[in-house]
């Protein structure tokens, strides 16, 4: 039966629903046939000495009160087709599946009769996805619809793309039984697998044998059907697959599958490298690229989840954080809605002390994190009028801090020509780089101290190394020496180098301090900002800051430091936390 709804919306095809009730026994048939929810139905389960069950969306009716017999299960048998290795068996020209349950002497005590729909137009909400060409990779939990979605997504990329489409049927579920495909594939090729544990080898067959632009797979479910899938992307062909599992997570934990998603390995980082990151030193990475692009979790019939690049969903998890997947549904009037999903907002705090005590975003959970109320500091709450945190938070990013200044002299403060090459001695030259770019100033590193115009030394390293002074004064190049590797002492250094020395004109940017600039060290470092610049300087009164990790704790401090500021760490770990104390 076909029904045919209004033009945006989804056509319905149940394919002889009439062709699988014949096959039951009589007094069942008859019974179903008159049913007022045939259309409907999802699977009639015959177990041998229990009552017949017909099931529907939701609920499970008994089909009669007498249990089923052994002459009726032989009776059902006798009208199907083989049963294969994976005890599926298929009626001819449909898309209906009937599996066995089978006893220890290998003889089918169980019937599951699944109904085998074609459902055109759930394609809808992917359709952009599958035109750009990358892999996709769908993920639910079974009856969700995957094998129906795969079905029509190589239909649409046969029919309307006119691509060459290659299906590897093991279970003869996508294009039915029987040697001739079901319509519903349009125009793609069905390959047939003779036993399940040869998926793999079909797999790579096709891509010799036939020249396909598009494989289409079901049920990826073996390492050696995942390394397939591997060898088929690297060689170029479009994939599209369906694998066990409702989540990314779950193939992030399956050691068989997690090659889908690039592969999960454990790595050991150098002490300084775990220090600069703020972790142990032994983490989990990322392997490879994933062999599929793009990963969507089918919630619901017509509610999915689509991460659209899958090595970021990957990296994101692996950090310990949440990521945020694209929400499409589809409503009654069969329209397609994108939602971007973003994180939870924090509860709007009463006052802006609070909002530093409270508000701490937490991308690690399910939402905001909300740590523990820190001991009252015999504080004035400031007035009721000065807004949330969180607003000064989001304000504070859209403002363009930064110093670009404009250098109209093309010399340096010596006569030197711009931009200025330093040679860093004793320094950190990441931070170095990071304070240049940030400030936008007219600097290039050099590794050679004959091209360069200025030595930017730590100066305990240069009253102990004389032969560095030596070399200078031979090739008549200046030393300019800070006191600490910090990024104030860098900035106001390098200031100084080009005759920029003015701390009341002195414009600060949050960049300079955080080390790899994500979300979690720049809201930090925002927090010590607002704290001092609303707080500490103009109220004079002391702060407590929210509880960071050791990395994170020493940012804010270099950033306290530049306002010339004492602050100290205090507490037991993890809730270890920063003081601010006024001038």
């Given at each position: 039966m076909v029904e045919q709804a209004a033009s945006g919306e989804r056509q319905l095809t149940t394919d002889d629903l009439d062709k699988l009730l014949y096959i039951l026994p009589p007094d069942l048939r008859d019974r179903l046939q008159n049913h007022p929810q045939k259309e409907s139905l999802i699977e009639i389960v015959l177990d041998l000495g229990r009552e017949p069950e017909a099931r529907f969306p939701g609920v499970a009716e008994r089909l009669s009160e007498t249990v089923v017999t052994r002459e009726e299960l032989d009776y059902c048998i006798s009208q199907v087709g083989l049963f294969s290795g994976d005890n599926r068996a298929g009626i001819e020209r449909t898309l209906h599946r009937i599996s066995a349950m089978r006893n220890r002497q290998d003889i089918i005590i169980g019937l599951t009769c699944r109904v085998g729909r074609a459902v055109f137009g759930t394609t809808l909400m992917i359709r952009d996805l599958i035109e750009s060409g990358?892999?996709?990779?769908?993920?639910?939990?079974?009856?969700?619809?995957?094998?129906?979605?795969?079905?029509?997504?190589?239909?649409?990329?046969?029919?309307?793309?006119?691509?060459?489409?290659?299906?590897?049927?093991?279970?003869?579920?996508?294009?039915?039984?029987?040697d001739v495909p079901h319509p519903a594939i349009g125009r793609a090729r069905r390959m047939q697998v003779a036993r399940p544990e040869l998926q793999h080898q079909v797999m790579i067959e096709a891509v010799e044998n036939h020249m396909p632009e598009v494989i289409v797979i079901d049920e990826i479910g073996?390492?050696?059907?995942?390394?397939?899938?591997?060898?088929?992307?690297?060689?170029?062909?479009?994939?599209?697959?369906?694998?066990?599992?409702?989540?990314?997570?779950?193939?992030?934990?399956?050691?068989?599958?997690?090659?889908?998603?690039?592969?999960?390995?454990?790595v050991t980082l150098g002490d300084d490298e775990a220090r600069r990151r703020g972790t142990?030193?032994?983490?989990?990475?990322?392997?490879?690229?994933?062999?599929?692009?793009?990963?969507?979790?089918?919630?619901?019939?017509?509610?999915?989840?689509?991460?659209e690049d899958v090595a970021i969903s990957v990296d994101t998890l692996l950090r310990g954080r949440v990521p945020v997947p694209q929400e499409r549904t589809v409503d009654e009037r069969g329209e397609v809605k994108i939602i971007q999903s973003q994180p939870t907002p924090a509860p709007t705090p009463a006052s802006e002390l609070d909002a530093l005590r409270l508000a701490k975003t937490g991308w690690g959970g399910a939402g905001r994190i909300q740590p523990l109320p820190l001991p009252s500091m015999g504080l004035e709450p400031p007035g009721s009028n000065v807004r949330d945190f969180q607003s000064l938070l989001d304000e504070s990013f859209r403002q363009q801090d930064g110093f670009s200044p404009e250098f109209e002299r093309k010399t340096g403060p010596n006569g030197e020509d711009l931009p200025l090459h330093v040679y860093p001695y004793a320094v950190s030259r990441s931070q170095l780089e990071q304070v240049i770019q940030t400030l936008q100033l007219p600097i290039l590193l050099t590794k050679d101290i004959d091209h360069a115009d200025v030595v930017f030394a730590l100066r305990s390293h240069v009253k102990s190394h004389a032969k560095l002074k030596q070399v200078a004064r031979i090739k008549q190049v200046p030393i300019v020496s800070i006191k600490s590797n910090s990024i104030p002492q860098i900035a106001r250094g390098l200031r100084?180098?080009?005759?920029?020395?003015?701390?009341?004109?002195?414009?600060?940017?949050?960049?300079?301090?955080?080390?790899?600039?994500?979300?979690?060290?720049?809201?930090?470092?925002?927090?010590?900002?607002?704290?001092?610049?609303?707080?500490?300087?103009?109220?004079?009164?002391?702060?407590?800051?929210?509880?960071?990790?050791?990395?994170?704790?020493?940012?804010?401090?270099?950033?306290?430091?530049?306002?010339?500021?004492?602050?100290?760490?205090?507490?037991?770990?993890?809730?270890?936390?920063?003081?601010?104390?006024?001038?």
């Open positions: 990358r892999s996709i990779l769908l993920l639910g939990r079974p009856g969700v619809g995957k094998t129906t979605a795969l079905r029509e997504i190589a239909r649409v990329l046969a029919d309307e793309l006119d691509k060459r489409v290659v299906i590897i049927d093991t279970s003869n579920e996508i294009a039915g039984d029987g073996t390492e050696l059907e995942a390394i397939a899938s591997r060898t088929i992307a690297e060689r170029g062909v479009q994939l599209i697959g369906t694998a066990h599992g409702n989540r990314i997570e779950n193939l992030m934990k399956n050691p068989t599958l997690s090659d889908l998603i690039g592969g999960i390995q454990s142990q030193k032994s983490i989990l990475e990322r392997k490879a690229p994933p062999t599929f692009e793009i990963a969507i979790e089918m919630l619901e019939r017509q509610r999915w989840n689509i991460h100084r180098l080009l005759n920029m020395d003015d701390p009341d004109a002195e414009v600060l940017d949050i960049n300079m301090f955080s080390a790899g600039r994500n979300n979690d060290e720049m809201e930090a470092l925002e927090e010590a900002r607002l704290a001092v610049e609303q707080i500490v300087i103009p109220k004079g009164q002391p702060v407590e800051l929210l509880p960071r990790p050791a990395l994170v704790r020493k940012m804010q401090h270099e950033l306290i430091e530049h306002y010339r500021l004492h602050s100290q760490s205090f507490g037991e770990e993890p809730n270890r936390r920063l003081r601010i104390y006024p001038a």
